[in-house]
T-cell receptor, first 113, second 114 residues
Framework: GDSVTQMEGPVTLSEEAFLTINCTYTATGYPSLFWYVQYPGEGLQLLLKATKADDKGSNKGFEATYRKETTSFHLEKGSVQVSDSAVYFC????????????FGKGTLLTVNP | DAGITQSPRHKVTETGTPVTLRCHQTENHRYMYWYRQDPGHGLRLIHYSYGVKDTDKGEVSDGYSVSRSKTEDFLLTLESATSSQTSVYFCAISDIRQDVNGYTFGSGTRLTVV
């Protein structure tokens, strides 16, 4: 069935370090892919998205590329800040009649000054 | 201008009592969802709605019911609250283009059952 596997956390980095959070998916067809971010005490917010193969989503210095051949959508940022400390969720929508996104379990990122 | 609001934001209730959480949207979106978030489990879908009076179960629907009598409101009821239902509950909405727009989430309701 449909599923998302994301890198287990927690991930702890120093400020200005490079970030990668891995995400792979199992889905029927050609899904749309999303990254959501959840800051402490808040709801999830859409961070970036890609709707077809080889698309690159980007926002706030974060990037992710839709790799159909490896069914992956890894999140990267070149230089993290303390304010990036949050939980990151990978998700996809594969269409059909289920109207639902499939989410990974989330990865907690802590960035230390 | 949030577009989606959840109420209450925090609630403490006693075991065995009924509890209703409200999700209200001003976006006129067709689809609404209730999730719970627990450590180690990520987000788990409880129920969702694909239109007024049209609802369906998610993966963890036991002990929960929902109602949607108008487009803007989606109510989640814990029929008889148990300690295992202590959680953070999120509502989400989407239009018909989930493939492009994904979901918009509310700020959550933190429920404690004592």
């Amino acid at each position: 069935g449909d599923s998302v596997t994301q890198m287990e956390g927690p991930v702890t980095l120093s400020e200005e370090a490079f970030l990668t959070i891995n995400c792979t998916y199992t889905a029927t067809g050609y899904p749309s892919l999303f990254w959501y971010v959840q800051y402490p005490g808040e709801g999830l917010q859409l961070l970036l998205k890609a709707t077809k193969a080889d698309d690159k989503g980007s926002n706030k210095g974060f990037e992710a590329t839709y790799r159909k051949e490896t069914t992956s959508f890894h999140l990267e940022k070149g230089s993290v800040q303390v304010s990036d400390s949050a939980v990151y969720f990978c998700a996809f929508y594969s269409g059909g009649s289920n109207y639902k996104l499939t989410f990974g379990k989330g990865t907690l990122l802590t960035v230390n000054p | 201008d949030a577009g989606i609001t959840q109420s209450p934001r925090h609630k403490v209730t006693e075991t065995g009592t009924p509890v209703t959480l409200r999700c209200h949207q001003t976006e006129n979106h067709r689809y609404m969802y209730w999730y719970r978030q627990d450590p180690g489990h990520g987000l788990r879908l409880i129920h969702y709605s694909y239109g007024v009076k049209d609802t369906d179960k998610g993966e963890v629907s036991d002990g929960y019911s929902v109602s949607r009598s108008k487009t803007e409101d989606f109510l989640l009821t814990l029929e008889s609250a148990t300690s295992s239902q202590t959680s953070v509950y999120f509502c989400a909405i989407s239009d018909i283009r989930q493939d492009v727009n994904g979901y918009t989430f509310g700020s959550g309701t933190r429920l404690t059952v004592v």
